[in-house]
């Protein structure tokens, strides 16, 4: 067999099981990430995606928990909004 396996357990005792996702891979890191692959003439639509995704959880929990910090909430929402009006099919 000529392929790569990889497997994957996730533990509920495990650190990403533990740690907020928000604060293991950050809105600026993602936003770092699209920006290399654009540069790079890569196709970003799944990665887009994703971030949308990334960013409903973001001001769901910042809704849930009333977070303090207001602007990163308005950031949070404002992108969202422009993905919705710049980036086809992605819908928040």
Same mark, same amino acid.
Request: glycine fraction near 4%.
């Given at each position: 067999m000529n392929a790569g396996l990889y497997m994957y357990r996730q533990r509920p005792d495990s650190l990403s099981a533990r740690q907020n996702s928000t604060k293991i891979f950050t809105l600026a890191a993602v936003e #770092?990430?699209? =920006? =290399? +692959? =654009?540069?790079?003439? +890569?196709?970003? =639509?799944? *990665?887009? *995606?994703? &971030? @949308? +995704?990334r960013l409903l959880s %973001? @001001?769901? #929990?910042? *809704? +849930? %928990?009333?977070?303090?910090?207001?602007?990163? &909430? #308005?950031t949070v929402c404002h992108t969202l909004k422009m993905l919705d009006k710049y980036c086809p099919?992605? #819908?928040s």
């Amino acid at each position: 067999m000529n392929a790569g396996l990889y497997m994957y357990r996730q533990r509920p005792d495990s650190l990403s099981a533990r740690q907020n996702s928000t604060k293991i891979f950050t809105l600026a890191a993602v936003e #770092k990430w699209i =920006a =290399a +692959l =654009a540069l790079l003439g +890569l196709d970003v =639509a799944p *990665e887009i *995606e994703a &971030y @949308r +995704l990334r960013l409903l959880s %973001h @001001r769901s #929990k910042m *809704e +849930l %928990h009333d977070a303090q910090d207001v602007v990163t &909430y #308005k950031t949070v929402c404002h992108t969202l909004k422009m993905l919705d009006k710049y980036c086809p099919g992605a #819908k928040s």
